[in-house]
């Protein structure tokens, strides 16, 4: 660190949990709480801006703050204004999560803008040891009027070029596409999270936290002579071209990079979640994760229909045969896809009715002797007015009859015809379906989302989304279904946003489509049911498909919700190993996966507890096993182990393992 900065770190850290006023002042620097991460915001040019710096490196280069709000640049021709400073170090419990409890430490530091017009701008950054973010608060300045915001001028401008992996927003539907690798800069505007391996030791995940009524962001990469690349802003529009219609004091949502030494770094922040308020649900002893199974699969392999007819897959006897399986082999729910009317052509859509062949209160009443609860579904097509109509009367008939759990959808590309689900307009639907369902003690599992930002903590009702290219394109994608690398991949990009409802466990790879399964083995199925991760978990595939199947002992055994996760090895899109502790017990289950190539890895166990033996139940790839001409191999072997041995693990081409690691009772 130069002599310049370390003078500007000991002038400010004069002035912590205090407010100064400063008028034409230099620039001022906030670091994290172990030094490492630098962010220094000024004035240049009478424009605002911010710069950051990791380790004495130069990482983001001076970079423009501001908002053009109807016909005026919010941002330009400023000078600084109020400077306050405050530290928290804190450490939260979660109802349910990957962690239990998290540590939240940050340093922040608060900039107000001047205009000489008279207007304001404050922008506020938290600095954590594994990155920063930084949200805007504009004042009432039109007392109480409407105004909008016609562009955010925010700029990310990294030092140089780097391998990035990301989707593209435009022609990505409902995000659900395939994560590539390429240079930033020969990238169209991307959706976030955008994961960057910026130099061989050090990774970056862009994104944001706490969206809540304002517009998703999106960026768009310019190359500069310098070697800079400078990421704009490019957020979700309304139709007629607005970004945010505010009103009030208005507040953005964070701007948040994550920066770790390691990809696997990535996956174990919890910086997003940090950003986000506590949640707003003060009882929260009905919030139950769990796994569970459904009448999905079988829709999919087109051996059932949504609508009524005569291989209607929602009728009350075929929700009872699901219940009572579920009930032998330990799942706390059964979804039925199906069961509304709406799903046939020309029928009218409800949710307060169910089709003849399916009895709700019936169902319900026999879940219920059985310890199983009904999962409900609401697909809208997009009628997200409809939905919002009906909603509180939905969902308190469902909450009278024991029904925790609801999946909503939203196939169709526009919202009621005209707005964009990722926009400020859809951002408002899901939020009062996430309030109206707490209200009625109702689990949300929503698809077809807008990107997750860590809301679940405010709202951990909000359970797990969609979002992603899921299991389904592996019984219908006319193009093969997701290539072996896709799973590897989605760890370190879309799971980095929060719980996906991906759908792992299946275990039947026959085809409807020719070439169209899953492109993995039967361990890695395993495997992608701790490594993919989601409160609300289903074993995706068929109950036929499961009766008699060894390697459903490990998914019977796995929790949905943990007190300590870990990720001890991992390259994006190659492989990945996560190692979770369960809540409430002393297991801990590992879950290992490989994109097309084969290999071998080695898992130490360090995070046992000393003077402890365990045994190891390990779920993994047969010596045979190849995803494409022997997927369903697969062995089961004991071991005993300490924190003082490795596990070996081979993992066939697109293959995995599952561990189940157990403390010996003596």
């Known amino acids: ?98 962690d239990e409890t998290v540590h939240n430490h940050y340093n922040e530091l608060t900039v107000s803008f001047l205009e000489k017009t008279g207007g304001s701008m404050r922008v506020v950054f938290r600095v954590f040891n594994d990155g920063f973010g930084f949200r805007y608060i504009l004042p009432d300045d039109n007392r109480g009027k409407e105004y909008c915001i016609q562009e955010e001028l925010t700029e990310i401008v990294l030092a140089h070029d780097a391998k990035a992996w990301s989707i593209p927003s435009n022609h990505t539907a409902y995000f659900e596409g ?12 991307v959706c976030t999270p955008l994961t960057i391996e910026y130099e061989k030791d050090l990774y970056l995940a862009i994104h944001e936290a706490a969206l809540e009524d ?50 696997g770094g990535l996956l174990t922040s919890r910086l997003m979640l940090n950003l986000n308020e506590p949640s707003r649900i003060e009882d929260t002893s009905w919030i139950e994760p769990g796994r569970y199974i459904g009448i999905w699969w079988s829709i999919h392999k087109k051996q059932n229909t949504w609508e009524m007819g005569p291989t209607h897959g929602a009728t009350t006897e075929n929700v009872k045969r699901y219940m009572d399986f579920a009930a032998r082999h330990g799942f706390s729910g059964v979804l039925a896809e199906g069961w509304n009317p709406g799903w046939g052509e020309g029928e009218e859509v409800t949710y307060l009715k169910t089709y003849p062949d399916f009895d709700m209160e019936e169902v319900c009443r026999y879940g219920a002797s059985k310890g199983v609860r009904f999962i409900g579904h609401t697909e809208t097509w997009g009628r997200a007015a409809l939905l919002e109509e009906e909603m509180d009367e939905a969902f308190a008939w469902f909450s009278r009859l024991g029904i925790r759990a609801v999946k909503t959808g939203y196939v169709g590309h526009l919202f009621d015809g005209k707005e964009l689900a990722k926009s400020q307009y859809g951002i408002r639907h899901y939020r009062r379906v996430i309030e109206c369902a707490a209200k009625h003690h109702i689990m949300i599992d929503n698809h077809e989302p807008a990107m997750p930002t860590g809301i679940q903590r405010t709202w951990p009702n909000l359970m797990t989304q969609e979002g992603v290219r899921g299991q389904e394109y592996n019984a219908w994608d006319r193009r093969g279904g997701n290539p072996p690398s896709h799973t590897v991949t989605l760890p370190f990009t879309r799971g980095l946003a929060g719980p996906t409802d991906f759908t792992p466990a299946i275990f039947n790879f026959s085809e409807i489509v020719k070439g169209t399964h899953p492109h993995s083995t039967l361990a890695k199925q395993l495997g992608e049911f701790v490594v993919i991760y989601s409160p609300l978990q289903m074993a995706a595939d068929a109950i036929e498909n499961y009766e008699g199947q060894p390697a459903l002992t490990f998914i019977e055994s796995c929790p949905t919700t943990w007190s300590r996760t870990l990720v001890p090895n991992g390259e994006i899109g190659k492989y990945i190993t996560m190692a979770r502790k369960e809540r409430g017990g002393d297991r801990w289950f590992i879950g290992s996966i490989t994109n097309e190539e084969a290999r071998d ?32 191999e697969m062995t ?31």
Request: charged letters at 20%.
């Open 214 to 263: 304002y517009a998703s962001i999106n960026l768009t990469p310019r190359s500069g002579a310098d070697g800079a690349v400078r990421l704009l802003t490019a957020l979700t529009p309304w139709q007629n071209g607005v970004k945010v219609y505010a009103k009030g004091e208005l507040k953005s949502p964070w701007r948040t990079i994550i920066i770790s030494q390691t990809a």
């Open 601 to 632: 890895l080695t898992i130490p166990l360090d995070f046992l507890d000393e003077d402890a033996t365990y045994l190891a139940v390990i779920y993994e790839d047969g010596p045979e096993a190849n995803f494409e001409t022997n997927p369903y």
């Open 1 to 98: 660190m130069n002599k310049l900065v370390v003078s500007l770190v000991i002038l400010v850290g004069n002035f912590v949990s205090s407010g100064v006023f400063v008028c034409n002042a230099k620039n001022v620097v906030v670091t994290s709480p172990d030094g490492a991460v630098t962010v220094t915001v000024g004035v240049k040019d009478q424009h605002a801006f911010y710069m950051v710096n990791y380790q004495n490196r130069p990482l983001v280069s001076p970079s423009r703050l501001g908002f053009l709000l109807d016909d005026k640049e919010v941002g330009a021709h400023v000078k600084m204004g109020h400077v306050s400073r405050d530290t928290k170090d804190e450490t939260w419990s979660q109802p349910w999560g990957e």
């Open 178 to 189: 395939i994560y590539t690798s390429d240079l930033l800069s020969r990238k169209d505007t």
């Open 636 to 666: 089961i072997r004991q071991i005993e182990v300490t924190k003082n041995d490795s596990l070996k693990l081979h993992l066939a081409r697109s293959g995995g393992a599952a561990v189940r690691i157990e403390r010996k009772r003596i």
